[in-house]
């Protein structure tokens, strides 16, 4: 019979770099030696995308759809009594970090669903908001931001802080980024601005007071891409031109692929990624379908129809409609 637990390193490490993160922490808990193996930097699990479904009762945990494997990953998160019987809602991801609002208590807290870690947030109060921003999060520092949609302007804070600071804006806004050190943010008409001096700002090209979806994202070349949906169906994308200063529509984002919700919105390298298609919208239709946009012939493609249950928390059932409890999530083992 084989000796699986003398493999050679580098196969061991061929074989956790083809794994899911859920796979390769069952593979490292298989045998010391694998899990020695696993430990070396140079060694990564594969890294999928996935789509957080609504809260269930579910007892193995909160349900992930995951994308290229279609198929359900379930992660039983800390504190789960509470999350189960929705006293906590996510409101925002970035990261492998999902941001929990209770309207209950008035609190904020940061998850890591794949280590279980946990970060308090200042009390903030228990008015519902329209989303949670996490616009940095690394090892030294994490900035949050709350947009409000019936108030213009934001809360902020950050690592260290024990409370919210208050900043004001022109108009109610509906996304915020942090990019290349600045705040950039898009209000209810389309505007973009850049939070710096001299301030900078770019109307959309469409005068309307319909309100529609954006959002702003960073790609992983490093270009700043704003979103619109112009339809039900149909989407525009721009990106900065830095030495015009000007925005620039497109219909090919390259091998990318963008993500787009509510409450978070991320650009993704999907070139040679199993189901995963290049130069595309994954966004979820009003049917609750997941759905991908293709930018280059303007056709939307079903992926994969989402079973969501009724709506069980006060945040959603009075703010958003009930497709918006889904967000967008890259698991992560930072």
Not at 53 to 76: A, Y
Not at 146 to 163: A, C, F, P, Q
Not at 198 to 212: C, I, L, M, S
Request: hydrophobic share 40%; charged share 20%.
């Amino acid at each position: 019979m084989a000796d699986w637990a003398t493999l050679q390193t580098d196969i061991v490490g061929i074989i956790v770099s083809k794994l899911a993160i859920p796979d390769y922490l069952r593979f490292r808990a298989v045998c010391t030696s694998w899990n020695h193996v696993c430990k070396d930097v140079s060694y990564c699990p594969r890294v999928d995308p996935w789509l957080m479904l609504p809260p269930n009762p579910n007892p193995l945990g909160v349900q992930f759809f995951c994308i290229p494997e279609r198929k359900n990953q379930s992660i039983r998160l800390p504190s789960t009594a509470s999350f189960f019987e929705s006293v906590w809602a996510p409101v925002g991801s970035l990261n492998g970090w999902i941001i929990y609002f209770s309207q209950t208590y008035g609190t904020m807290q940061l998850v890591n669903p794949i280590t279980g870690k946990q970060i308090q947030l200042p009390p903030i109060g228990r008015r519902p908001f329209s989303k949670a921003k996490l616009l940095e999060m690394n090892e030294r520092n994490f900035i949050v931001a709350v947009l409000y949609g019936d108030e213009k302007g934001y809360k902020i804070t950050r690592k260290g802080s024990n409370n919210w600071s208050s900043v004001e804006s022109k108009h109610i806004l509906d996304d915020i980024i942090k990019y290349r050190g600045r705040l950039y943010t898009c209000d209810m008409y389309g505007t973009v601005e850049m939070w710096a001096e001299p301030p900078r700002a770019w109307p959309d090209e469409e005068v309307t007071h319909q309100w529609k979806f954006r959002c702003l994202l960073e790609t992983p070349a490093g270009d700043l891409i704003r979103v619109k949906r112009v339809s039900q169906n149909k989407f525009a994308v721009w990106i900065l031109d830095h030495e015009t200063l000007s925005w620039v529509e497109t219909e090919n984002i390259g091998d990318f692929a963008l993500f787009v919700s509510h409450y978070n919105s991320f650009c993704f390298p999907a070139k040679d990624h199993l189901n995963l298609k290049t130069n595309c919208i994954y966004f979820i239709d009003v049917h609750s379908n997941l759905c991908a946009f293709n930018l280059e012939h303007a056709t939307k493609e079903l992926v994969e129809t989402l079973t969501i249950g009724p709506v069980r928390n006060d945040h959603y059932r009075h703010r958003r409609p009930q497709r918006d409890q889904i967000l967008w999530f890259i698991p992560s083992l930072k």
